[in-house]
């Protein structure tokens, strides 16, 4: 039985944001460490679509969704509107709050108009569900990564993998799904992204870093090449309600810094073979010393750039006392 309804999921939802169909809600270009090993532009556009159908308990990212499908051309317009705005970059993401391979989210046949406006970038990333990406969808996935010619990554979200907390968060997904998946995709010639969660809600502040490192692991092991680790936030209504009745805490900066630290320590990050990213986005809502919460933000920057540990910044704020 999922903890939390999807009714009740709606009901402590404030209102979503205004939106239009024919503009990405956001697009920006940031550096990124390619697979390659080069620090390289990476054009990312937040598509504007139909919201999501899961109702995963912590996520946030209906609020720039539309509640009906988009119309055919609409997508093809929102990628022409952000490239005529954005510089030149080698990696293009087509991020779309949900499913990219969820007819409801991008019409299947808009398919043909996007890959002519991104095939020339070397890679193209799109996010996923697991479900979405093997057992429902393997032949749009095929046809897709055959049509586009370029390297393909599909992103997907992991979580964690916590055998209590993960059935909590509402993914409908075992962490078997995503091995599953992440194997279709592989064989398929496709590049798996895996998203993790920073203490998320159910999980206790102490096993917070443990978890995410052995998620990290974990989707190493599964064929991720590259992993993202997201400090979970509040504000989508029912993480304030976790949070007072004490199911959530947010993670801290210090406990991004160890799962990067010990991620970083892992066999495939040694081997060179994989990338794992902490997610900077927003960082400034962890910091509790204005002196060394910036310092800190660029180690981890350059931690994500190099994949290189580098020595801990020390402030008066992280002594303790006598
Ligand atoms: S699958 Fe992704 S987009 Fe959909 S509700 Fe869950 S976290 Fe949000
Ligand atoms: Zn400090």
């Not at 054009?43 to 055919?72: G, H, M």
């Not at 052995?214 to 509040?234: E, K, L, Q, Y």
Request: charged share 20%; aromatic share 6%; net charge neutral.
């Amino acid at each position: 039985m999922p903890e939390v309804t999807r009714r009740e999921l709606l009901a402590a939802r404030g209102p979503k944001n205004r939106v239009d169909p024919h503009r990405p809600h956001a697009f920006l270009v940031e550096r990124e460490l390619s697979a390659a090993g080069n620090l390289e532009d990476v054009a990312t556009i937040f598509l504007t679509n139909k919201e999501c159908p899961f109702s995963c308990v912590y996520c946030d990212l209906w609020k720039n969704t539309t509640d009906q499908r988009v119309q055919p051309g609409d997508i093809p317009a929102q990628i022409d509107y952000a490239l005529s705005r954005l510089p030149p970059a080698t990696t293009i993401k087509l991020y779309n709050s949900g499913n990219f391979f969820d007819p409801q989210a991008i019409p299947p046949q808009d398919f043909p108009a996007i890959i002519e406006r991104v095939k020339s970038f070397q890679r193209v990333i799109v996010e996923n569900h697991p479900s979405l990406s093997s057992r429902h969808t393997p032949c749009a996935v095929r046809r897709f990564r055959d049509d586009l010619g370029t390297e393909l990554e599909i992103a997907m979200g992991l979580e964690t993998v916590h055998p209590t907390v993960l059935p909590r968060l509402n993914k409908q997904m075992a962490v078997d799904d995503f091995r599953r998946a992440a194997d279709f995709l592989r064989k398929q010639g496709i590049h798996v992204r895996a998203f993790v969660l920073l203490m998320p809600p159910f999980m206790l502040a102490g096993e917070a870093v443990h978890w995410a490192v052995r998620s990290v692991a974990a989707a190493i092991d599964a064929g991720a090449t590259c992993t993202a680790v997201i400090p979970t936030r509040g504000g989508n209504g029912l993480m304030e309600q976790l949070a007072a009745q004490g199911e959530f805490n947010p993670p801290t900066l210090a406990m991004l810094e160890e799962t990067l630290d010990a991620s970083l320590a892992l066999p495939g990050f040694l081997s060179g073979s994989a990338r794992v990213f902490v997610d900077l986005w927003d960082l400034e809502r962890l910091y509790t010393c204005s002196h060394c919460g910036p310092q800190r933000q660029q180690r981890l920057q350059q931690m994500n750039d190099t994949q290189q540990p580098i020595p801990k910044i020390s402030c008066s704020c992280l002594t303790p006392d006598p």
